[in-house]
């Protein structure tokens, strides 16, 4: 058996010396050709929710286990007695002017994200930032009952399944129309997928942020 594992290698080898590849058909342009196929001036958003759909949804699923890991792993240890934040008047400054350019930020790509560089997924890390150091700056019983207050929890559930449920239409041959290119509603619903991925990434975002400070602390 190790002798057939041997010749297999060695075949491989040979043949990536001499097999030379196909040359590539540089008159078509992929990046046109996904522009025009998703409707949307984005070719990376238009690959990531068209394209390679399939493992855009792995990628919320994968997120959404470790937000549970992550609760589950720090569920057998002690709080931390005394949470301290950042209390002097400089850095609550500068921590929450950060967090509102951070906040316009995801906004804006969670909006526009198929129009410009950028998509759900950053909105959604942009998102996490603000609400970061909006928490490193205030009392961890306030961003708590914050959280509790919005039931951020139950908009992060419902935000994948509704991804969920969108994507299967989409993968079934279900299309909407493209409407305009450049435009805010073009790309069928591209769009929506992006938004919804910008609020899953930003509310498990915050879980997790929760999660660390009632169990680890901020300093």
Not at 21 to 50: H, K, M, T, W, Y
Not at 72 to 85: G, V
Request: with cysteine.
């Amino acid at each position: 058996m190790k002798w057939i594992y041997i010749v297999a290698g060695m075949a491989l080898f040979v043949k990536m010396l001499l097999v030379s590849n196909p040359e590539a058909d540089l008159s078509i342009s992929i990046v046109q050709v996904v522009v025009s196929d998703s409707g949307v001036p984005n070719a990376v958003s238009g690959i990531i929710f068209r394209n390679r759909l399939y493992d855009t949804i792995f990628e919320v699923v994968v997120f959404t286990i470790a937000i549970m890991g992550a609760t589950y792993m720090l569920a057998n240890e002690r709080p931390f007695c005394a949470i301290y934040h950042f209390s002097d008047r400089p850095s609550v400054i500068l921590a929450r002017l950060g967090a509102t350019i951070a906040a316009l930020v995801g906004i804006e790509l969670a909006i526009r994200g198929h129009l410009s560089p950028g998509g759900g997924f950053a909105a959604g890390v942009a998102g996490g930032t603000a609400i970061g150091l909006v928490a490193i700056t205030s009392s961890p019983e306030w961003m708590q009952s914050l959280y509790k207050k919005w039931h951020a929890s139950k908009w992060e559930k419902i935000s994948v399944l509704i991804f969920i449920v969108l994507s299967v239409i989409k993968l079934s041959g279900f299309e909407l129309p493209q409407g305009d290119l450049g435009t805010l509603f073009s790309g069928g619903v591209l769009p929506l997928l992006n938004f919804l991925v910008a609020i899953k990434v930003a509310l498990g975002s915050w879980a997790v942020i929760l999660t660390f400070i009632h169990y680890r602390g901020i300093l």
